[in-house]
């Protein structure tokens, strides 16, 4: 299997490695600053400034397979992984990229699921980075990793219909510059085939009876100003023509959406275990403790040892489902992209958990970005299907695969 960077991905990663020490890396104090500043959820002035830069510079939109056609720059998930991986090591750089979630999922469906109308209003505008998107499926009052469960009632009443329901954790939902909502619910709840119950629909932003209840806190961050917000639908009206590719399709879109956005998420916090890796190094040739460097510790060794083996793991996994998805699509990669979900976040966890150590309290500081990276892995653990949800669907698949197989005469 070939990992080697094509002479594109080798172009680009370097003007993307460029761009994030000239621009980024510098300018994560300021960002801080700027979004401190005010109102939390106006996004900071630098946002729309390095944008432009990017967006000039060719760095934009990176994230979008080939199959997408003409929405796409060209790129294969094999080949966006090294780039991803780079914006990854700044909780806020993708977004810079226009290659942040939960947009990039958004567009995604709206590029894959979407009609023309839909694509024209609402996938243009989000591919030029002019508006923002949140994804609503995850509800308060129920177990909301087993996607049948979702209980917000989509009913159709004439040429409209009508959303009634409460979400929360929807990322992306307190920004101001969100314009559209992807409502997941049920518009046929006693069907006998619980996939067949949910569908998806376009919800604007400012539609009577849509209320932002409250910022989400993820270990105590706001996570601004992008925020996860609960969400209420009361008795919310959007036309018939909003319903995305048709009633009892919105299982079906989820899993679409969820496969690329789950390497997505893998890709990102290896770039964040990476950075955590790079600072551990530092530190340990840096920093003198008992007459030494820390580096000349066996424990401290050790701990940056294993670090580099887990992370390379988590990268040549990540690689394998990638390649998998670009030659057989999402449902031939499945049991891959469990096991990168499963793999990358606790990998991070640990990585990141082990360079706080070697930092002491300013590894716990917000004079590093050690804790905030911190807290985002611990949350990738959840996002998208929390850990035991995908080990118990690669269990169960490679348990009947391996016992089929076996079965038919082949050997163990």
Same mark, same amino acid.
């Given at each position: 299997?070939?990992?080697e960077f !094509? ?17 980024i890396?510098?300018n ?5 600053? @700027?979004?401190?500043e005010?109102d ?14 990017a967006?000039?510079? +060719?760095?934009w ?5 080939s ?8 790129l !294969? ?24 979630a ?9 590029a ?8 024209? @209003?609402?996938?243009? %505008?989000?591919? *030029?980075?002019?508006i ?13 990793c087993?996607?049948?469960n ?21 990322? +992306? ?8 909502y992807i ?7 006693n *069907?006998s085939n ?9 919800? %604007?932003? +400012?539609?009577?009876?849509?209320t932002?209840v ?22 919310v009206?959007v %036309? ?12 079906? =879109? ?7 956005g ?15 890796l ?6 340990a040739?840096t920093?003198i ?7 000349? @510790? ?7 040892a294993?670090s580099a083996?887990?992370?390379? @793991? ?15 699509g999402?449902?031939?990669a499945?049991?891959? =992209?469990?096991?990168?979900k ?7 966890c ?16 917000q004079?590093t970005?050690m ?8 949350? =990738? ?10 080990m118990?669907?690669?269990?169960? *698949? ?5 016992h089929?197989?076996?079965?038919? +005469?082949?050997?163990?």
């Amino acid at each position: 299997m070939d990992f080697e960077f !094509s002479p594109k991905v080798r172009e680009l990663r370097e003007r993307l490695l460029a761009f994030m020490d000239e621009h980024i890396y510098p300018n994560e104090a300021l960002w801080e600053e @700027q979004v401190a500043e005010g109102d939390r959820w106006e996004p900071p002035v630098l946002l729309a400034e390095l944008k432009a830069k990017a967006k000039a510079d +060719g760095l934009w939109n990176l994230f979008l397979p080939s199959t997408y056609g003409k929405f796409s720059p060209g790129l !294969s998930n094999l080949e966006y992984a090294p780039l991803a991986e780079i914006m990854g090591r700044v909780y806020w750089a993708s977004e810079v990229f226009n290659c942040n979630a939960p947009d990039t999922g958004n567009m995604e469906v709206l590029a894959k699921y979407g009609n023309e109308a839909q694509q024209q @209003q609402w996938l243009t %505008p989000l591919l *030029n980075g002019e508006i923002r998107s949140a994804f609503a499926m995850t509800e308060p009052e129920l177990a909301s990793c087993d996607a049948t469960n979702v209980a917000t009632s989509i009913v159709r009443d004439g040429d409209d219909y009508v959303i009634n329901g409460r979400k929360w954790y929807i990322s +992306g939902a307190c920004n101001h510059h969100t314009r559209i909502y992807i409502v997941m619910g049920k518009t046929d709840p006693n *069907n006998s085939n619980p996939y067949l119950q949910q569908s998806m629909v376009l919800v %604007p932003a +400012g539609t009577p009876g849509v209320t932002v209840v409250r910022p989400m806190r993820v270990f105590g961050y706001d996570d601004a100003p992008e925020g996860h917000a609960e969400l209420i639908f009361d008795n919310v009206r959007v %036309p018939a023509g909003n319903l995305l590719l048709g009633e009892g399709r919105g299982f079906e =879109i989820a899993q679409g959406r969820l496969g690329p956005g789950r390497i997505h998420h893998c890709m990102r916090t290896i770039g964040l275990a990476q950075r955590a890796l790079e600072q551990m190094c530092v530190r340990a040739e840096t920093r003198i403790a008992f007459g030494r460097p820390l580096s000349k @510790q066996q424990s401290v060794r050790e701990a940056i040892a294993l670090s580099a083996c887990e992370i390379e @793991q988590a990268r040549l996994l990540t690689l394998k489902a990638a390649a998998k998805m670009d030659q057989g699509g999402n449902k031939a990669a499945k049991d891959l =992209i469990a096991m990168i979900k499963i793999t990358a976040p606790n990998m991070a966890c640990t990585v990141i958990d082990r360079a706080i150590q070697i930092h002491g309290a300013a590894g716990v500081s917000q004079d590093t970005f050690m804790a905030r990276a911190y807290t985002l892995a611990r949350s =990738i653990r959840l996002a998208d299907g929390p850990d035991q949800v995908h080990m118990m669907q690669l269990g169960r *698949n490679l348990s009947r695969e391996i016992h089929d197989r076996l079965s038919a +005469g082949e050997k163990a």
